[in-house]
């Protein structure tokens, strides 16, 4: 049976490294739409967890888009050496990717990241001007700051959930998560040698100007679900969020997805996104 896809494995440079990739592309008709895929951090080679891009690049294939998925330098095939931190997205490297996929047209790209993954594709979209981005279980870094979570975390509602033991639990986790995300951007920014910082909030406040769709998928156990909800209630996430309007999906699925370490969560990104795209990008595109 003939193969309703063709791939083609590249290297390609960013910066001063050589990366790995490698390019699926329909044996049938294409639809002119490609698709970049951003891996999480943590070391992941580019098919992800379970071979997640790679079965995802194959289906998407058969629908005609054209797809990319890559090691960030560090990591897998690629040189180098790398420090990952949400505060500094490997966007260089992202930028490269995106070069060897569609050229210098993002105008037909999508964007679909996992945490970190997602983190660097808000910031890709910041500098580029892609057809969408798919933002997979990212914490939503820079929708509030420190001191407004210690004001959240002083309220009655929160003293509260302290009695229950799942709601202790889940706080335990965001306040780690939360120190450590403090201490690695500290770190970073001291041997990187920078000064500031590079937040998600910044980037999607860009993108909904720009009026690119966007989805959110969250498991409905992610810790960093509770923290978007939490944070899309006020500030200035929910002031974009009201801003996009319909252009902003956001879909919760049973269980977990942070981490895709299930067949499960995997499967649920793979159909959750493609009808996505048909329905609220591909028209939009269609209409320009």
């Known amino acids: 049976m ?37 891996c999480g951090g943590g070391w992941i080679p580019s098919p992800h967890r379970g071979s997640m891009w790679v079965r995802l690049a194959r289906k998407y294939a058969e629908h005609g888009y054209r797809s990319y998925r890559f090691d960030y330098h560090g990591v897998g095939e690629s040189t180098g050496s790398i420090f990952f931190d949400m505060d500094l997205p490997p966007v260089e490297d992202a930028q490269a990717a995106l070069q060897a996929l569609s050229g210098d047209d993002h105008s037909r790209t999508v964007f679909i990241g996992t945490c970190l993954g997602g983190r660097t594709a808000a910031a890709l979209a910041h500098a580029t001007n892609p057809a969408g981005v ?16 210690a004001k959240i975390a002083m309220s009655p509602r929160i003293f509260r959930n302290l009695f229950k033991a799942e709601h202790r639990r889940q706080y335990k986790r965001i306040a780690m998560r939360r120190a450590k995300r403090i201490v690695s951007a500290f770190r970073a920014r001291q041997s990187h040698g920078l000064d500031g910082k590079r937040r998600f909030i910044d980037d999607f406040e860009l993108v909904v100007r720009r009026k690119t ?38 879909v919760v699925v049973p269980g977990r997805l942070h981490g895709f370490g299930t067949a499960e969560a995997q499967q649920h990104v793979i159909d959750l996104v493609l009808p ?12 320009k």
Not at 215 to 235: C, M, R, T, V
Request: hydrophobic letters at 40%.
């Open 134 to 149: 798919a933002f997979l279980a990212i914490p939503v870094l820079g929708a509030k700051t420190t001191a407004d979570l």
């Open 2 to 38: 003939k193969l309703q896809y063709s791939e083609q494995p590249q290297y390609f440079t960013s910066g001063n490294e050589t990366l790995f990739g490698v390019l699926t592309e329909p044996t049938g008709s294409s639809n002119g739409m490609n698709v970049l895929t951003i």
């Open 276 to 287: 996505w795209i048909e329905d609220h990008v591909g028209p939009r595109l269609d209409q």
């Open 213 to 250: 769709p966007c989805l959110f998928a969250y498991g409905a156990q992610d810790p960093e679900y509770a923290e978007f909800l939490e944070a899309s209630k006020q500030g200035r996430l929910a002031k974009a969020l009201e801003r996009a309007g319909g252009l902003a999906q956001v």
